[in-house]
């Protein structure tokens, strides 16, 4: 049993691969969608959102974690730098919550060959990235619109539409472009596509958790990250009533808290990222000694 | 069905091609594409945060003519420009139609207007600055603020291989339609050609796959005999790469004249 799974874990190369596979499909199908015109009926909109079937193919098929995150830099990349849409830092919220979402439906599956997980998995991946995203459009507004109350119908019509595009999305897009291929392309790939990177087909007896990604440090990074929203939300109001009394003050102070705590955020976000990837070496140094 | 028609004739393989790669390799000239890439990201996480924490409308107004400019000299593609319009102002609207809906009035337009504000400003920022990179410059400069190298390494990779591959899947997209039957009857509202055409769509992707991973697999192989994994994991390789990036008087002359531009919003609106 323990040297099975000793036997699937993956070279630096092999992960790579999978990585590279996952980046380079995933990137070319978004860029397709992207081209893909959308049809609207009224007010509903039907559009080609992603060929989710992809990531999540090669999440079920590979080691997930290496095919979410290819996945989620190749719409990155592909997707948007390429075709000059980069939007920057909100381009962090999508590669977060895509990589989770595929990430988890990867986990979900331990027989590639059972059509019925596949699918729960298909959806359950669709489902997750949706609701995830549209809760940060809606948080978007909630920050972006100062006094939101104040405004009428507002709450309500962002409530609404945000809610019915998620309907749309995994009713639509996630039925005709992520449940069918997938519960189609899963079987028939098993035990084709693995020779191909040289390594073995993935068994019933490995599987992977959650624990793997959401480790303490995780936690404590997404609470300080939303912390700092909040510190953002509060120093903006602050700062408006600040200008209104005290002329000279005021700015110069908003200035100064926004660029620390930007710098703040910034560092950390860097720090975490060089950390990861130091530990995921290290484990990767770790597992080829050992085997 | 005429306007789909239209876009797909638009969008032919080639066009899209040759866009791409003006996109990324066309502005290396502009005064933008000159400053190093450290500047252009101190000077983008500025422009990509602040404005959501803004409330007041000349401020925004003042950075919006800022960012307005800048876009001016990085001379972005006026597709991308046009593209950007045009889903501003579908969002604005369509959230402004329901909220009318909703029994909100004419007094919705303004905060809708100041939220439009705000995203505009901050996709040209972004546009400006990640246009006027190309792909050599912008993974210098994500591996300089500590990115991974496997990241650097992708993107030159997308660059190099997305030609190839959109190529492959096209052919491999005809090849499907030259052996399989398309349908005979359009049906209502050509339902049965636009089924047909995602099917083949998702299909094509099945021999993609397959030879993507193979390519993927020789990738791979060619990076070990390169010795590129030793690289992505000592530091001292990449001081050694990114050692002819360096901040020079125009970066901070830009940075400075931008400091001074907000300072001056910030203090006089």
């Not at chain 1, 989620?72 to 895509?98: N, P, R, T, W, Y």
């Not at chain 1, 808290?257 to 703040?264: D, E, Y």
Request: with cysteine; proline share 4%.
């Amino acid at each position: 049993m323990n040297f099975a799974q000793d036997r699937y874990t993956l070279t630096q190369s092999q992960k790579m691969m999978v990585f590279i596979l996952s980046m380079s499909l995933y990137g070319l199908s978004n860029m397709i969608t992207e081209l893909l015109p959308s049809v609207y009926l009224g007010p509903i909109e039907f559009s080609v959102e992603y060929f989710a079937f992809i990531p999540l193919t090669l999440c079920i098929l590979f080691h997930p974690l290496y095919a979410a995150i290819g996945a989620a830099l190749g719409e990155v990349i592909f997707g948007e730098i390429m075709l000059g849409q980069f939007g920057g830092l909100g381009e962090l919220e999508k590669f977060i919550s895509f990589s989770l979402a595929m990430y988890i439906a990867g986990t979900m599956v331990t027989d590639p060959r059972n059509k019925r997980q596949v699918g729960t998995a298909a959806m359950i991946g669709v489902i997750i990235h949706q609701a995830i995203s549209s809760i940060v459009d809606i948080l978007k507004v909630w920050v972006g619109v100062d006094e939101l109350e104040a405004v009428p119908g507002l709450v309500e019509s962002v409530v609404v539409i945000e809610g019915f595009s998620f309907l749309n999305d995994v009713l639509f897009s996630g039925i005709l472009f992520a449940l069918i291929p997938t519960v189609y392309l899963v079987p028939r790939l098993y035990g084709k596509i693995e020779p191909l990177l040289g390594m073995k087909p993935r068994d019933t007896t490995n599987k992977y958790s959650l624990k793997e990604i959401i480790g303490p440090r995780l936690v404590v990074v997404g609470v300080l990250l939303a912390g700092a929203a909040f510190l953002f939300e509060f120093l903006s109001n602050s700062g408006l009533n600040l200008i209104e009394w005290e002329l000279d003050l005021g700015p110069a102070f908003i200035w100064i808290s926004l660029l620390v705590a930007f710098f703040i955020t910034c560092l950390i976000i860097v720090y975490t990222l060089k950390k990861k990837k130091k530990t995921i070496h290290d484990k990767t140094e770790d597992r080829r000694i050992s085997s | 069905m005429e306007y789909t028609r239209k876009w797909s004739e638009k969008f032919s393989v080639e066009q899209v091609k040759i866009e791409l790669l003006n996109t990324a390799y066309g502005n290396g000239h502009t005064f933008l594409a000159r400053l190093d890439p450290i500047t252009l990201f101190i000077w983008y996480i500025f422009f990509g945060i602040v404005p959501w924490f803004i409330h007041q409308e000349t401020i925004l107004l003042g950075m919006f003519v800022f960012v307005v400019i800048t876009t001016f000299i990085a001379k972005v593609s006026p597709l991308i420009i046009l593209i950007l319009c045009l889903g501003l102002l579908s969002q604005g609207g369509y959230l402004l139609v329901a909220s009318l809906f909703f029994g909100g009035n004419l007094a919705t337009i303004l905060p809708l207007l100041v939220l439009t504000l705000k995203l505009s400003v901050i996709s040209l920022a972004s546009i400006s600055v990640f246009c006027s990179m190309d792909p050599d410059k912008l993974s210098n400069g994500l591996l300089k603020i500590g990115f991974p190298g496997q990241v650097s390494f992708s993107i030159a990779y997308g660059y190099r291989m997305l030609p190839s591959l959109l190529e492959e899947y096209h052919h491999i997209f005809l090849s499907f339609r030259l052996r399989g039957k398309a349908p005979e009857k359009k049906g209502f509202l050509y339902w049965r050609a636009i089924v047909y055409f995602c099917k083949v769509a998702v299909l094509s992707f099945y021999p993609l796959l397959l030879s993507t991973s193979k390519r993927a697999r020789t990738t791979v192989e060619a990076l070990e005999t390169k010795g590129s994994f030793y690289g992505f994991n000592h530091p001292e390789v990449k001081k050694l790469k990114l050692a002819n990036m360096k901040m020079q008087k125009h970066d901070y002359l830009f940075l400075g004249f931008t400091a001074f531009y907000l300072v001056c919003l910030f203090i006089f609106l």
